[in-house]
């Protein structure tokens, strides 16, 4: 088990991780460091700033993303698909978090650490519900679809500003997997097939882990203004405009905003923005 001074060094190790089992098996062990606070003082060097994928799926540009139906299992394959690569690219995330930026709070650390855990988890969720469904007598996987390169990119966008980071990646675009996901449950409630349910369930243990991921966006983009003397509201339009982020969509799903940590106020700001 790594030392609690370890814990970024351990991040690191498997952000670059090409290989699929070790990245989740040591994104899970993380919390079992008691991040201390020497964690944030100290200098990681790295010569790798890309997170280590493996040689499936396909990345392509989002709109050349083809889409399927979900009535057949090869539609809801490629739909699971898709949310399984989220999760891949969540946990990398959380990773990249927790070893890039030094000097934050310790308690900054053991959260993303949590998030790392808890995404690695839904990663491997999914990928067991994919191998569950069958083609030509072989499972699907992570891999057996091209896959899009949208949550990176905004990271990449956000590698040299943490404020950044936190307001347009945990409480932008992982905030809008709030808002799709009953949606995306919804239209598996109207398949029937054998696998719909099992991924209608799958998918309540992710949006109620998500809305803590979330939260700890909302938390500690909110401390860093704070710090940084800067207004959450008027510096996140200024973050949006200036990366470039997606355009928010509606509906916002309120009850998970809600518990995740965004205010009233805030949700009508943002509805403003639609």
Sequence with gaps: MPAATELRQTAYTAFIDSNIEQKM????VLTASDAINTIAKIQLKSNQNQPGLPEKPQLLNPLNVDKRSAHTSAGHAALMHAICHIEFNAVNLALDAIWRFEGMPAQYYRDWARVAKEEAYHFTLLQNHLKSISYDLEPYQYGSFPAHTGLWNMCEKTKDDIVARMALVPRTLEARGLDATPLIQA??????TPYALEAIAILDIILRDEIGHVAVGNYWYR?????DNLDPMSHYVTLHNRHAAP?????FNLEARLKAGFTSEEIQFLSALV
């Design 247 to 251: 355009k928010l969509r509606a509906p």
């Design 223 to 227: 401390w860093l203004c704070q710090r």
């Design 187 to 192: 239209k598996l409630g109207k398949v029937k």
């Design 25 to 28: 098996s040591l994104s899970s």
